[in-house]
């Protein structure tokens, strides 16, 4: 087996223009879903019963299928969808069919992430012991307050790590933003490999570049760890 | 915008279930060949041993780092031409084989994990006890340990496997024919029409297997945690609700 190392040191640099890409699309959808996640969370362990069981369909939908189906499906839905709502609704002359297909990408991770994000706040918000709401309220801050000053950030804490799991897993599914066409590190190398077939070559290099991310992205959760853990510490 | 045909949806679903044993097939050897590997990594990972232990660390970071579609292909590709080296040919071997060795390699990963932490939430008083009584090392692990540590790995253990259910689905990008590439295949005979009812008809598959494995598994996690002392955040949370 011979590798065609000139062709892998190309391939490296070529693919660091996708590296910007698969950043942005990781943490736009990440910070872009956080607040309906939150809301989400919210719904379900304040109990309101009809806003629980239609987050609890969607979430149980998202989760319940593979990523693929959902971008297969969404991407073969959405523009002519658009399309047709801009044409036949809004009667504006916009061509939908021109605009990048990373928003599409966008709007795909979003709905997946959010629902994700959604059982992670959940869990996180189930662990501050209940008791702790109903002290802030009794000492007369708002329901507001309470949560901005007593809840999340105890919520954040225990939250940390599985939000950290959802960003490398997020990072891992944004290379499937390939099949809509953008632009991104699995995308780039894909090309270059089918010029001279080097596939073996091209799929190395992008492992590579996926494990350095993800080293990444872990060090500095562990860092954002220790730093909400010394302030923990320092508090007691 | 084009017609929509709900009818079509109910059409398909018998075409696309008649690919569902594939699925299963995958899923089953995965987990077959995967849980041994992972199995093997939890240990080496638990074990004293530094060699064994650095080995697991290894593999089991830069395997969780890598998308599972780089990984298909990296196996596709490379497993061929890697054992061609050594004079074995398998290029004539069915694509199952690549999908089932490339979702081993992931799946031991995460369930290497799964393992390993039911593994350290049995308290360590019970392996000690068990040997002061007179039991083998392997006696004990396979009558007070193992027992504990199901219990405990159930959840996270079917998370793992709707995942790789779901991670499953892109088999279809070597063209394996499960229901996903079944799926393909009836768009591609309609010349690309019908798209939405296929993908709708999938994903409610997908859907309803994954609710069933979800029930499934919580029933036998009640089952088995009858009489436990401190049942799991889940149980506890469904407990409260019926006395509520």
């Not at chain 2, 041993?49 to 697991?56: E, F, Y």
């Not at chain 2, 080296?85 to 290497?112: E, P, Q, W, Y």
């Not at chain 2, 590439?181 to 019908?194: A, D, E, T, V, W």
């Not at chain 2, 436990?228 to 949370?237: G, L, S, V």
Request: aromatic fraction near 12%; include cysteine; charged fraction near 15%.
């Amino acid at each position: 087996m011979q590798l065609n190392t000139e062709f892998m040191r190309q391939t490296l640099i070529d693919v660091l223009a996708g590296v910007p890409v698969t950043l942005k699309l990781t943490f736009v959808t990440l910070l872009l879903s956080a607040p309906p996640a939150f809301w989400i969370a919210l719904g379900k362990t304040e109990g309101g019963k009809n806003r629980g069981k239609i987050s609890g369909v969607y979430v149980s939908v998202v989760r319940g299928t593979p990523v693929v189906v959902q971008i297969l499906f969404l991407y073969s839905l959405l523009p002519t969808m658009l399309n047709y709502l801009i044409k036949n609704v809004f009667r504006l002359d916009f061509n939908i069919f021109n605009i990048d297909a990373v928003w599409y990408a966008y709007i795909i991770f979003i709905l997946n992430t959010t629902a994700v994000l959604s059982e992670v706040f959940r869990s996180a918000l189930l662990a501050v012991d209940g008791g702790q709401l109903e002290a802030a309220l009794s000492i007369g801050l708002s329901r507001r307050q309470a949560y901005m000053r007593i809840i999340i950030p105890q919520a954040l804490m225990s939250a940390l790590p599985n939000i950290c799991n959802t960003t490398v897993s997020l990072l891992k599914n944004s290379s499937l933003a390939f099949m809509m066409t953008v632009k991104d590190i699995t995308a780039i190398a894909k090309v270059k490999a089918a010029y001279g077939y080097n596939y073996i070559e091209a799929y190395l290099v992008i492992l590579l570049m996926y494990v350095i991310l993800c080293s990444v992205v872990q060090g500095i959760f562990r860092l954002l760890e220790n730093a909400v853990s010394v302030r923990r510490r320092a508090a007691v | 915008m084009r017609p929509f045909h709900p009818a079509y949806i109910i059409y398909v679903l018998p075409k696309l279930l008649s690919a569902l044993w594939v699925t299963f097939a995958m899923v089953a050897g995965t987990l077959f060949f995967g849980g041994l590997l992972g199995f093997l990594l939890a240990a080496g990972k638990v074990r004293r041993g530094r060699i064994a232990k650095t080995i697991s660390n290894i593999y089991i970071y830069t395997v969780r780092c890598v998308p599972s579609i780089v990984m298909l292909f990296i196996v596709y590709y490379g497993l061929p031409e890697l054992l061609l080296t050594f004079g074995i040919d398998i290029n004539r071997v069915g694509k199952g084989f690549f999908v089932i060795v490339t979702f081993s390699i992931l799946f031991a990963a995460n369930i290497a994990e799964v393992f390993r932490a039911a593994y350290e939430a049995v308290d360590r008083g019970q392996r000690e006890a068990a040997l002061s009584i007179g039991l083998s090392e392997w006696q004990a692990f396979r009558r007070i340990i193992l027992p504990q540590c199901v219990v405990v790995a159930i959840p996270n253990f079917t998370n793992a496997l709707i995942n790789l259910m779901k991670e499953g689905a892109l088999a279809y990008t070597i063209g394996l024919i499960d229901i996903m590439g079944k799926g393909q295949l009836l768009i591609g005979k309609n010349q690309g029409s019908y798209g939405l009812e296929i993908y709708l008809a999938l994903a409610g598959i997908y859907w309803v297997i994954t609710i069933l494995v979800e029930k499934f598994s919580a029933g036998v996690e009640i089952a088995l945690s009858k009489g436990r002392k401190a049942p799991n955040a889940k149980i506890r949370e469904r407990r409260r609700k019926k006395c509520s």
